[in-house]
């Protein structure tokens, strides 16, 4: 499995933007399509966007769409979330994971778990 350490997350204002940070080790990150999850307090974990393992392809929860961009870098082995007009609805522990079967939005689905980062969004 690839270990994964998230980074990034912090207190912002509605309508600022924050990008978060995904280092992996162990195994060879281009093998796999990532994604980022947020876990509200009280709220199941949700999935809010993917990247296939070139990056040519993404996929987003549509409360996120337009708002924020899922990317990566594989010579640097991090995968990136750039946030933008924040909403206190987005405020959550992110967390990103990696997978082998890209297109999937279950948690299951994903073998490796970063630790999470939180993100607070203030009206």
């Known amino acids: 499995q690839v270990q994964l350490v998230e980074s990034g997350g912090g207190l912002v204002q509605a309508g600022g933007s924050l990008r978060l940070s995904c280092a992996a080790s162990?195994?060879?990150?281009?093998?796999?399509?990532m994604g980022w999850f947020r876990q509200a307090p009280g709220k199941e974990r949700e999935f809010v966007a993917a990247?296939?393992?070139?990056?040519?392809?993404?996929m987003y929860v549509d409360s996120v769409k337009g708002r924020f961009t899922i990317s990566r870098d594989n010579t640097k082995n991090t995968v990136y979330l750039q946030m933008n007009s924040l909403k206190p609805e987005d405020t959550a522990v992110y967390y990103c994971a990696a997978t082998m079967a890209y297109g999937s939005k279950r948690h299951a689905s994903y073998a490796s778990w970063g630790q999470g980062t939180q993100v607070t969004v203030s009206s």
């Open positions: 990247i296939n393992w070139s990056g040519s392809s993404t």
């Open positions: 162990g195994r060879t990150f281009s093998n796999y399509a």
